[in-house]
C-alpha cells in the first residue's frame, strides 16, 4: 500500500499541470461565461443574480484556494524551476489579493444591493474582472510551463529507460 501511495504522490506532482488545467476550466465557466450569462436572464431581478454570484464566487474561490495550495506546495516541495515557483507565487499573492481585498469590498456592495439599500455608484468590480483576467492569463502560461517542464522530465525519464539502454 505505501508503495502505491508514493506512485500516486509521484504522478499527481509530475502532473501538476492538470490541477492548473481544471483551475483555469473553473474560472473561464464562471467568471467568463456564467456570471455574464446570469445577467441577461430578463426574468432575474438584480438582487436574486447577486445573491448567486455571491454564492457561487465564493465556492469558486475555496476551490482556487485549494487549486492554489496544492500547486503551490507540489512545485516548491517537488523541486519544479525557478520561474514555475516564482509564477505560481505571483498567481497566488493575485488570489489572495483578489479575496482579501477585493472580496470584502465587493461582498458589502453586494450584500446592500440585495438588501435594498442604496449603494454608491462606484464599484470595485472593474478592477476584479482586470484582475480575474490576468490571473487566466498568468494561469494559461503557467500551464504552459508546467506541460513544457512535464515534457522534458518524460524525455529524460525515457533516454535512461531499461528499454533504451538493451538497444
Same mark, same amino acid.
Request: glycine share 4%.
Given at each position: 500500500?505505501?508503495?502505491? $501511495?508514493?506512485?500516486?504522490? &509521484?504522478? =499527481?506532482t509530475e502532473r501538476v499541470f492538470v490541477f492548473t488545467l481544471l483551475w483555469i476550466g473553473f474560472?473561464? +465557466?464562471?467568471?467568463?461565461?456564467?456570471?455574464?450569462?446570469?445577467?441577461?436572464?430578463?426574468?432575474?431581478?438584480?438582487?436574486? +443574480?447577486?445573491?448567486?454570484?455571491? #454564492?457561487?464566487?465564493? &465556492? /469558486?474561490?475555496? /476551490?482556487?484556494?485549494?487549486?492554489? %495550495?496544492? =500547486?503551490?506546495?507540489?512545485? *516548491?516541495?517537488?523541486?519544479?524551476?525557478? $520561474?514555475?515557483?516564482?509564477?505560481?507565487? #505571483?498567481?497566488?499573492?493575485? /488570489?489572495?489579493?483578489?479575496?482579501?481585498?477585493?472580496?470584502?469590498? *465587493?461582498? &458589502?456592495?453586494?450584500?446592500?444591493? =440585495?438588501?435594498?439599500?442604496?449603494?454608491?455608484?462606484?464599484?470595485?468590480?472593474?478592477?476584479?474582472?482586470?484582475?480575474?483576467?490576468?490571473?487566466?492569463? #498568468?494561469?494559461?502560461?503557467?500551464?504552459?510551463?508546467?506541460?513544457?517542464?512535464?515534457?522534458? $522530465?518524460?524525455?529524460?525519464?525515457?533516454?535512461? %529507460?531499461?528499454?533504451?539502454?538493451?538497444?
Amino acid at each position: 500500500m505505501n508503495s502505491l $501511495r508514493k506512485r500516486l504522490l &509521484a504522478r =499527481i506532482t509530475e502532473r501538476v499541470f492538470v490541477f492548473t488545467l481544471l483551475w483555469i476550466g473553473f474560472v473561464c +465557466a464562471i467568471s467568463f461565461m456564467e456570471t455574464p450569462l446570469k445577467f441577461q436572464a430578463p426574468s432575474l431581478t438584480l438582487p436574486v +443574480a447577486l445573491e448567486i454570484g455571491h #454564492l457561487v464566487f465564493h &465556492a /469558486l474561490n475555496a /476551490l482556487e484556494i485549494g487549486f492554489a %495550495s496544492a =500547486i503551490t506546495a507540489i512545485t *516548491l516541495i517537488k523541486g519544479w524551476p525557478r $520561474r514555475i515557483r516564482a509564477l505560481t507565487l #505571483l498567481i497566488v499573492l493575485l /488570489l489572495a489579493t483578489q479575496t482579501i481585498l477585493l472580496y470584502t469590498v *465587493l461582498d &458589502a456592495r453586494t450584500l446592500a444591493i =440585495i438588501h435594498g439599500l442604496e449603494v454608491p455608484e462606484r464599484s470595485f468590480h472593474p478592477y476584479y474582472v482586470a484582475l480575474e483576467g490576468v490571473k487566466l492569463a #498568468l494561469l494559461l502560461y503557467l500551464a504552459y510551463l508546467q506541460l513544457e517542464e512535464y515534457d522534458v $522530465r518524460i524525455r529524460k525519464v525515457a533516454q535512461f %529507460s531499461p528499454e533504451t539502454a538493451k538497444g
